[in-house]
């Protein structure tokens, strides 16, 4: 398995702010890393592919960033519905998750 | 726009068979992988399985490995997940996936969770 450390755990931010979630892989992935938004009873939404490829239909305000063993997941402008908690994946060799990264209002 | 539907959720007993689905929907079912994740309370995400449907070929992770079981019927575009004999330890949101591999695929789409309950 290759082991993802997501930092950090919990983020208290303002609507307006900038916020970075890191994501460190224990080995070099290239750029073989997703980023999920997941909120309470609903299906996780994928955000990010191969490290900073913008899904369709996901607002510019995310920005994938990084490469090799060192990732971040930069959110601008947070906006209400940004409120949610966050996961890199790795596929470079099957799949690990990051714990999560939940960014709350604060 | 791919879809996944998972069925409702469970309550059961341990040592109680199970098997919960998953329908797919807006893309051809045999083009794509489709799986399981698994979601513990106050834990991360782990991926159980996934089961090509064109030709059966399924993979496991090593720690779902002999204690599940992942199949698809592409008849009805609909991924099962099976356990023979559950446990109260696999109380947990289980997730539907879809991926264009286990080599460097990324999940395309996530179904919307079916909560099992395992309580004597």
């Known amino acids: 398995d290759i082991q993802m450390t997501q930092s950090p755990s919990t983020l208290s931010a303002s609507v307006g702010d900038r916020v970075t979630i890191t994501c460190r892989a224990r080995h070099s992935i290239n750029d073989w890393l997703a980023w999920y938004q997941h909120k309470p009873g609903t299906a996780p939404k994928l955000l990010i592919y191969k490290a900073s490829s913008l899904e369709s239909g996901v607002p510019s305000r995310f920005n994938g960033s990084g490469s090799g063993t060192e990732f971040a997941l930069t959110i601008n402008n947070l906006q209400p519905d940004d409120f949610a908690t966050y996961y890199c994946?790795?596929?470079?060799?099957?799949?690990?998750f990051g714990q999560g990264t939940k960014v709350e209002i604060k | 726009e791919v879809q996944l539907v998972q069925s409702g959720p469970e309550v059961k007993k341990p040592g109680e068979s199970l098997k919960i689905s998953c329908e797919a929907s807006g893309y051809r079912f045999i083009t794509y992988w489709i799986g399981w994740v698994r979601h513990m309370p106050g834990k991360g995400l782990e991926w159980m399985g996934v089961?090509?449907?064109?030709?059966?070929?399924?993979r496991y992770s090593p720690s779902f490995q002999g204690q599940i079981s992942v199949s698809a019927d592409k008849s009805i575009n609909t991924a099962y997940l099976q356990w023979s004999s559950l446990k109260a330890s696999d109380t947990a949101m289980y997730y539907c996936?879809?991926?264009?591999?286990?080599?460097?695929?990324?999940?395309?789409?996530w179904g919307q969770g079916t909560l099992v309950t395992v309580s004597p």
């Open positions: 089961t090509y449907p064109a030709d059966s070929d399924t």
């Open positions: 994946q790795q596929y470079s060799s099957y799949w690990t």
């Open positions: 996936i879809v991926t264009s591999g286990y080599d460097r695929g990324w999940y395309k789409s």
